[in-house]
Structures are given as C-alpha cells and as structure tokens.
C-alpha cells in the first residue's frame, strides 16, 4: 500500500479540502507525480514516493480490512470444507485463487477502486482454507510424535516467509522497471 498511494497527493488533498485539488487523471508517461491544483490550476511536481493511487486514509482502511471480511465469511466452515473434500484439494483450490487473484489485483486497483476491495475480499477467502488444509495435512500424514515438530515447521516458515516478502517488496517498489509496485503482484 505504501508503494501504491501517492502519500503527498493525499497530504495535499487534505490540507485543500475546500480548493479541491486532485491528482491529474492521465498521468504523464515523463512525470507521474503531477499533482494539479485545482484551485489556481497550477502543477507541482511531487517529491514523495511516485505511488500512482491517491486513496483517502479511510479508502486505504477498507482496502486492509477487505481481505478480513473474506475470511470471516468462509472461516467457520473451511475446517468442514477441508474434512469433507481432502485438505489437499483445498490446499490446492486455495493456492490457484490467490495465484489467480494477485495477477487480477494490479488491472483491478488500476480500474476500479471497489473491484479492488472487491478481489481483496475474494482472496481472504481462498486465504482461510490453508490452515485448516495444513493442519488436516499434519493430523493424518505425520505421527503424533512429531506433529508439534511439523507445525513449528510451518508456522516458522510462514513467518519467515512474511518477513522475507516485506523485505523483496520494499526493494521491488524502487525499481524503475514496470513501474516498481506492479512487480509485487506479478511476482505473488
């Protein structure tokens, strides 16, 4: 979301509420960070982060919590679901929709803000179905010897695995190259 929003467009917007000034709606390929007073039409170049989005705190706030309604809507029955299908099919259900949903997320932001929220809320509920797929997987593939064993695998491995991806993500939004943030959702 950092690389996404134009944090000083929306600084801007704020502190002129009552002049109106926007972010230009066709972005000029040699200066994205055009940001247009509407008050005095004149255009200042921005010196922030070239986010391409101008989403207000409160638009940014349902963008985080979309993906939460998704797994509300699903997680009371995705243990069920991964009893009564087989955890690994589940597994597998769940891991084409987020692969599916992150390639859609980058056209969606860039058309709709509410097909954005929208594919958010999409993507918490293939979200939900992988820990009760793992620890279906767990419970019926290892002994119970070393079922604690497995879970630590998993469960560290998830952290690690945020940890890395927030560490690649903040590198890629630097990157000239497709325009940076676009590169997260591509490499999803």
Known sequence: MVCMVNATAVNLMAQN??????VSQHEDEMCPNRFIDNA??????????????????????LLFSAGFYGNLAIMWMSG???????????????ATGISIIALLSLTAAVYSYLGFVGIRAVNGLFETTFMPSFAAIISRWFPASERSTAVFIYSSGNQIACS???VIASNLCNLEFLGGWPLIFYLN
Do not use: C, H, M
């Open 17 to 22: 509420k009552n002049n109106g000034p926007s």
């Open 40 to 61: 005095n039409g004149s255009a200042t170049n921005l010196n922030d982060y070239r986010g391409t989005f101008v989403w207000t705190p409160e638009e940014q706030s």
């Open 80 to 94: 069920y679901l991964a009893d009564r299908f087989g955890p690994t099919k589940l597994l597998f259900i769940g």
């Open 164 to 166: 890395i991806g927030v």
